[in-house]
């Protein structure tokens, strides 16, 4: 009885299981969301400018990771958050994919007349660094939940694609309440939003680190909303171009749900998720059970 009390809790290597430090993770996380808007009246009191307390969630997902990875007698970048130029550089290449990524999917669906794009003049250089600044901080956000702790504790416990095809389901079912979520766009954009995350998490799992995915998740909405003025996830932007989308069916357009509701954005996540997993990555991780997690998943 002792015995089967201890492995409920531990693993053969005397470590405490996976599915606990999730559960962990979860509880930390459920502590967080009462203090988060008394916080923000708090700091808004004092004066903290708006932009600023944009980081205030960021910040919080941020404290729980570490106290987790402390708890673990671990570091950040055990989470992938050991920023150094290696970081950076691979943010970079995120960065630079994803922007070529979205001006190929908008590219084809202005061939094709779903789309039509004029030059906003009312925009500054201001106005770019300050949408990068916030579009930076809802991808880290969204990034540090999906790919980071919870999403690392079950690729050890379950193995890596049924980890994917899970937070995947909880990525798109997010969304699903999003502005322009309904008819075909609903299916399509959910569709879309399952594949990119596992496009996110296989970045990640190539890398061992969030710098890339942060970089693709930045890249693909910064350049979406901010250079483009198309959606993003059903959002309306203000961009450097302001877009008009034909009345051509949603199923090509996306709709009132922006691009990602298209089909033809499916194509796009699809080619990259096979270009990433024929991609050697920057990491090559001398543990064995990694390889046989990736292998047998």
């Not at 004092?46 to 990771?65: D, K, M, Q, R």
């Not at 979205?102 to 669906?109: I, K």
């Not at 949408?131 to 880290?140: K, N, P």
């Not at 691009?259 to 990555?281: D, K, M, N, Q, Y």
Request: with cysteine; proline share 2%; net charge neutral.
């Amino acid at each position: 009885m002792k015995n089967i009390i201890k492995t409920t809790f531990v693993n053969s290597h005397n470590k405490l299981r996976n599915g606990w430090w999730i559960a962990i993770f979860i509880v930390f996380v459920a502590m967080t969301r009462p203090i988060y808007k008394p916080l923000k009246l708090l700091l808004d009191d004092f004066g903290i400018h708006a932009n600023i307390l944009e980081l205030l969630s960021a910040a919080l997902i941020l404290f729980v990771t570490y106290l987790c990875v402390r708890l673990r007698k671990e570091t950040m970048g055990s989470v992938g958050l050991d920023i150094d130029s290696n970081w950076m550089q691979q943010f970079g290449l995120g960065l630079g994919a994803g922007l070529i990524m979205v001006f190929g999917l908008a590219a084809t669906v202005w061939l094709g007349g779903g789309v039509n794009f004029e030059y906003n003049f009312k925009l500054d250089v201001s106005f770019l660094l300050l949408s990068f600044y916030l579009f930076a901080i809802g991808a880290f956000f969204e990034e540090l939940l999906h790919r980071g702790f919870l999403f690392q504790r079950l690729i050890g416990g379950i193995g890596f694609w049924p980890a994917q095809l899970m937070i995947a389901s909880l990525f798109a079912v997010g969304h699903l309440s999003n502005p322009g979520m309904e008819g075909v766009s609903q299916i399509i954009g959910a569709v879309n939003l399952f594949v990119s995350s596992l496009v996110f998490g296989l970045a990640y799992y190539k890398t061992r680190s969030l710098a890339l995915p942060i970089g693709l998740h930045l890249g693909w909405n910064w350049s979406m909303g901010s250079l483009l003025g198309i959606n993003v996830s059903g959002h309306e932007n203000a961009g450097v171009l302001i877009s008009q989308i034909s009345d051509m069916p949603s199923w090509f357009t996306g709709g009132e749900f922006g691009l990602e509701g298209s089909v033809l954005a499916i194509g796009v996540e699809c080619v990259a998720l096979f270009l990433l997993w024929h991609w050697t990555g920057t990491h090559c991780s001398s543990n064995a059970s990694d390889k046989i997690v990736l292998k047998a998943a």
